[in-house]
């Protein structure tokens, strides 16, 4: 049913099942406990499905609780369906922000299928390649994205051979690969190569999307924004406002539909167009755009604010800037401080992450303070991005080199303008 994009029904399937399998549990716990662990690991993903996160992060815990049990018993046995949970599990884990978690759960998930393959190659080569894509997400949460890119190439060299001999099996998840691929290429500054990835992506989601609609679609949406961001890399705005405009419409309808799952994605979406729109000189065009995304947001963070907290901030930086290029200075000034105080806490939990987006908005905000006469703290902001940049050059050689030179001129210019 899930396969056939029957959601619901598919989840109410599941919900029974679950049900069933608690009461046989109950009468012959040793039998039956396997059963009850593959219900709830199905019954996880539909959750996910249905957008109820937090009900399906339960279903994946207490599957990996009874997978653990009778994997002390039957290692040989139910190893394969451990890694499977333990996948899921870091799945789950990281929509609801606990990426440390997150990371944990899939790295033991990537050594028992590492082992499972040595064995029998070709039974468990897809698992494989489907865990290290999770890894590889993962992986650049913590900001180590050299492995992630590392393992995400691996992945896609497995689907790569496993497409070959069966097309219509792997192609979907060849597609996903390539599109994880492209992200990691892109934050490798290999522009040029994360663009002809996620052009191979589009092409194959096109031809899966014809053929089963319900099921690919919302890969299809987002793949195009990532398609679209891509191509803004590469100057080529023209092409990528016509491709995110592409997306948004398949998005829209997608969250008519079921709002809970795609308002994130079209938020996204929003997002590129928002600067697309920005990069033809459409300003009044791009604000709304990010206006939108800005009111999803804030909708998201209220059910969610550990996942999507960090977006949040990201959205309000940018409104800044479309604020500031309609004359609104007040309202810039307030966006980006918000901003700021959003990213200092995140910088708190995961300074690997967000330092760098913290003293973006300390730079932008050492513009916006001047305008309100409040000079010393546009000279404070300036002072802790310089920091900052200077912190994570030495954490990432040439990385952060011009930023950083960017913002001394910065800082110089203020005090030559500043005598306190």
Request: negative net charge; glycine residues 2%.
């Amino acid at each position: 049913l899930a396969g056939a994009g029957q959601h619901a029904e598919a989840l109410a399937a599941n919900e029974e099942a679950v049900l069933l399998r608690r009461q046989l549990v109950q009468d012959r716990a040793r039998i039956h406990e396997a059963d009850l662990a593959i219900s709830l690991n199905d019954f996880s993903n539909r959750l996910s499905d249905a957008g109820r996160h937090a009900e399906a992060l339960v279903a994946i815990e207490e599957s990996v609780s009874l997978y653990r049990q009778v994997v002390q018993d039957r290692p040989k046995d139910f190893d394969a369906d451990l890694a499977r949970s333990l996948s899921n599990l870091s799945i789950r884990l990281r929509n609801a922000g606990q990426h440390t978690e997150a990371l944990v759960a899939i790295e033991e998930a990537v050594m028992l299928r590492q082992q499972l393959v040595l064995h029998r190659p070709n039974v468990f080569e897809a698992d494989l390649a489907a865990t290290l894509d999770n890894f590889s997400v993962c992986l650049s949460d913590a900001g180590r994205h050299a492995e992630a890119l590392s393992a995400t190439e691996e992945a896609v060299s497995l689907y790569q051979q496993l497409v070959k001999n069966r097309p219509k099996v792997f192609e979907g998840d060849l597609a996903i690969a390539l599109s994880n691929f492209s992200n990691c290429l892109s934050e490798a500054g290999r522009n040029a190569e994360a663009l002809t990835a996620i052009e191979e992506t589009v092409s194959l989601f096109r031809q899966l999307t014809q053929d089963r609609p319900k099921v690919f679609e919302s890969n299809l949406a987002a793949t195009l924004a990532n398609l679209s961001a891509c191509l803004s890399a590469v100057g080529r705005h023209a092409e990528a406002l016509a491709t995110v405009e592409e997306a948004i419409v398949l998005q829209r309808r997608l969250v008519h539909d079921r709002p809970n799952v795609f308002e994130a994605e079209l938020a996204v979406s929003l997002m590129n167009y928002s600067s697309d729109l920005s990069d033809a000189s459409r300003h009044p065009e791009a604000l709304a755009a990010n206006e939108e995304a800005l009111v999803l947001r804030r909708q998201l963070v209220e059910d969610q604010p550990n996942v999507f907290e960090a977006d949040l901030a990201t959205t309000l930086d940018s409104f800044s800037v479309r604020l500031s290029d309609a004359g609104r200075d007040d309202e810039a000034l307030s966006a980006i401080e918000e901003a700021i105080s959003l990213f200092r806490q995140l910088t708190q939990e995961r300074p690997k992450i967000f330092k760098a987006d913290l003293a973006r908005s300390l730079f932008k905000l050492s513009f916006h303070l001047p305008a309100a006469d409040r000079h010393a703290e546009a000279l404070s902001a300036i002072r802790e991005a310089v920091s900052l940049y200077q912190k994570l050059e030495l954490d990432r050689p040439n990385s952060f080199e011009v930023l950083l030179q960017i913002a001394k001129m910065r800082l110089s210019q203020l005090r030559s303008n500043y005598r306190p």
